[in-house]
């Protein structure tokens, strides 16, 4: 994963069984579309990088036409 808000790149799992079928569909649609995704992420820090990360929640982010 790439924040677009900090830049920040790290690993995030996803685990197919319990996140609910509308957020893995979302995580599906934006990679095919090659549209960003918004994601919450339950994620693990020590000293300034992430150890580990788990999605809990995507949907589709809203692309702002110029």
């Known amino acids: ?3 677009l808000d900090s830049g920040d790149v ?3 799992k996803v685990q197919d069984n319990t996140l609910e079928r509308r957020y893995l569909d979302a995580l599906q ?5 090659r549209q960003p995704v918004r994601l919450r992420i339950n ?3 020590l000293k300034g990088d992430i150890k580990s990360a ?8 809203e692309i702002e036409e110029q």
């Open 54 to 61: 788990l999605v809990i929640r995507a949907e589709l982010a």
């Open 43 to 45: 994620a693990r820090q």
């Open 1 to 3: 994963m790439k924040s």
């Open 29 to 33: 649609e934006g990679e095919w579309r």
């Open 10 to 12: 790290f690993i995030a």
